[in-house]
């Protein structure tokens, strides 16, 4: 954190020079494609990141495409509204957690089926923004190959935006993404006994 400066002219002269700073990124930074967002790490609140990426999208008339990995037949909110926008193509994994599947020849075609909507949404121009939600478990536990996931990513349409979400992701997909946020988790109310509460979690 840097240090308060209280004298009101050093004050005044800092924070100009801080305005100079980003104005000259802001004027480098015209470029206009579609950008990759990749939000990892162990903390909550990754899905509902890019969940709000979707609101923010939808509010300026976009077109969207969602596909949950791993999420299963959950009655959640969001998939509640979202499902009535009519800009938006949600698709969920046929099968749920692999920790209830229990079953890797299962979770593979269920993957596989899942990636199947994801590749499609990636080759369609007339999708501005697509979420992959919980994509990173698929890779690191080997449900998919990387290599096509990742010239998929690669090959999508130049101004299509892509949020990917999930723990552990790999080099490789952090490599790509333009902006990567890992969200550290601090506290968790489920560690103190707290069930997963409607309109937070679900």
Do not use: C
Request: hydrophobic share 40%.
């Amino acid at each position: 954190m840097s240090k308060i400066i209280k004298d009101p002219e050093q004050h005044k002269k800092r924070m100009q020079a801080i305005k100079s700073h980003v104005d000259k990124r802001i004027a480098k930074a015209q470029e206009d494609k579609g950008t990759f967002v990749l939000l990892t790490g162990n903390g909550k609140g990754k899905s509902s990141s890019a969940l709000g990426m979707v609101a923010r999208a939808l509010g300026h008339g976009m077109k969207v495409g969602v596909v949950q990995f791993l999420k299963g037949e959950w009655n959640t909110g969001e998939i509640d509204f979202f499902k009535q926008q009519d800009k938006v193509q949600w698709e969920i994994m046929p099968a749920g957690f692999t920790w209830e599947t229990q079953n890797r020849e299962s979770d593979i075609a269920s993957s596989e089926q899942a990636w199947e909507k994801a590749a499609a949404m990636l080759i369609d121009s007339s999708i501005d923004l697509v979420v992959l939600d919980e994509l990173t478990y698929l890779l690191h536990y080997e449900y998919l190959p990387e290599d096509k996931v990742i010239q998929a990513l690669m090959n999508r349409p130049e101004n299509q935006h892509l949020v990917v979400t999930g723990r552990g992701a790999s080099d490789a997909l952090i490599e790509l993404a333009d902006t990567v946020s890992e969200i550290k988790e601090v506290k968790h109310a489920f560690k103190r006994g707290i069930k997963a509460q409607k309109g937070l979690e679900f």
